[in-house]
């Protein structure tokens, strides 16, 4: 395994040993590229768009989760734990990548999962999440689900209990993951230094449970930059909200400080970030027009060429926040990175090596799969041996026209068609 040493231990050497730390990313310095067919779309004036590609930090499983991971699952070793412990809706990303990381390092991982709306992506999270070893539990309420979660940590002490999203929850927690996304702008920092990109006047991120632009916040902070981070809000107002953020991002600057008291004594407040709201839709996971478009005009104009594509939940409604920022006349000569948090790995490949055999997951979920299918190839019954050649056949991509022609006759092609767009539905936000 590569062992790349965080920045942030370059910088503070005092850090290393007292700060735990385990090497998990494969691809760092993550890459940063600039989105010059974006800049034209949108007409800016002397502004600038780039893109932290933290979608392929690993070689498995990009995004966010493993710079975080890098710290968490550091503390795990350190303590001695055998097995991980971790919550999230049945589709948490989170999830995903705790089982893949979890099994990297040997260790157990039990996932508490609570019920989301169900959506082809939450058929494969299942999926995958039992593909990479891990162990499911579920309840229907998310507060049962974390009563549960501390019932079996209590009966299991040489488990690691992880938060939700990795983030303090209303200050509890460690803050050791958004300690990942200091060490991020640490790495950032080099880049700006090296000329890769100018410093930003504004990163925008997708904010979940806010450990990721906390720790953003913090690291901008820190470091004196003139960087305002601006967290997109899709999920619960009451986890997204500048307070929660303050606290997690000052949590983390002390947490440092106890151990390296050469560490700026600064704090974050209000003024250090702008928390946009109005990308959610009615809830968490829910597509919305704004984040669907979105998804599909960067992939067109950047994504197909650079090797990234966004989704539905975080990153496409991220960009929507971006894509409404730069129609004000006074900011189109800013210079905005956007920080990409989701995976560009291909997954597809592991569920068809399953063929999609959902019976092997336990009982409880198979009604998941049962009374609703999403999928072209399940609603049209389509033969096996047009599906095994087909490339919409397990692709993540869920409007499945958008991937390959049908070759069902053409009467049939419509029915199906018109099926799944009636399972899919967009919100008009
Ligand atoms: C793709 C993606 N982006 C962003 C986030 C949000 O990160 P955070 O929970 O640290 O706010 C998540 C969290 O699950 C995610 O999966």
């Not at 779309?41 to 690993?58: F, P, Q, V, W």
Request: charged share 30%; aromatic share 12%; glycine share 8%.
């Amino acid at each position: 395994m590569e062992n790349k040493k965080p920045t942030l231990f370059d910088v503070y050497p005092n850090l290393e040993g007292k700060v735990p730390w385990i090497s998990i990313l494969t691809g760092i310095p993550s890459n940063v590229d600039r989105l010059t067919e974006l800049e034209s779309y949108l007409k800016l004036n002397d502004g600038e768009i780039y893109i932290k590609r933290d979608d392929k930090d690993h070689k498995i499983y990009g995004g966010n989760k493993l710079r975080k991971f890098e710290f968490i699952f550091g503390e795990a070793l350190k303590k001695k734990k055998k097995g991980i412990i971790t919550l999230g809706g049945i589709g948490t990303n989170h999830g995903t990548a705790c089982a893949i990381v979890a099994k990297e390092l040997d260790l157990k991982c039990e996932l508490f999962l609570s019920l989301q709306p169900i959506s082809w992506h939450v058929q494969r999270s299942l999926l995958l999440f039992h593909y990479f070893g891990a162990k499911l539990h579920f309840t229907k309420m998310f507060e049962l689900g974390v009563l549960k979660s501390l019932l079996f940590r209590m009966f299991h002490p040489k488990y690691y209990l992880m938060s939700i999203g990795g983030s303090p929850i209303f200050g509890i927690g460690t803050p050791l993951g958004s300690i990942g996304f200091i060490n991020a702008i640490f790495e950032l920092k080099n880049q700006i230094d090296e000329g890769i990109l100018p410093e930003p006047d504004i990163i925008f991120v997708a904010a979940g449970s806010t450990g990721t632009s906390a720790g953003l916040t913090a690291g901008c902070k820190l470091l004196g930059l003139k960087t305002k981070v601006y967290p997109v809000n899709v999920s619960r107002d009451i986890v997204v909200n500048p307070k929660n953020l303050i606290k997690i991002a000052n949590k983390s600057i002390k947490y440092l400080r106890k151990r390296d008291k050469s560490i700026p004594d600064v704090q974050v407040n209000e003024g250090d970030f702008e928390m946009i709201k109005g990308y959610l839709g009615s809830n968490y996971g829910v597509k919305t027009v704004k984040g669907q478009n979105a998804v599909d005009l960067v992939y067109e104009l950047e994504g197909k060429k650079l090797g990234f594509k966004l989704e539905t939940t975080y990153t496409g409604k991220a960009m929507a926040a971006m894509f409404d920022f730069f129609e004000k006349e006074e900011n189109k000569s800013k210079k905005v990175l956007f920080w990409n948090t989701y995976n560009s790995n291909d997954l597809d490949k592991y569920l068809r090596e399953i063929e999609f055999d959902y019976e092997k997951l336990p009982k409880k979920f198979h009604k998941y799969y049962e009374q609703q299918a999403f999928q072209c190839w399940r609603l049209a019954n389509c033969p096996e041996e047009v599906r095994i050649e087909c490339p919409a056949y397990l692709n993540h991509e869920y409007r499945f026209w958008k991937v390959a022609e049908c070759k069902l006759p053409e009467e049939k092609k419509i029915e199906v068609q018109e099926k799944v767009r009636k399972v899919i539905e967009l919100e008009d936000a």
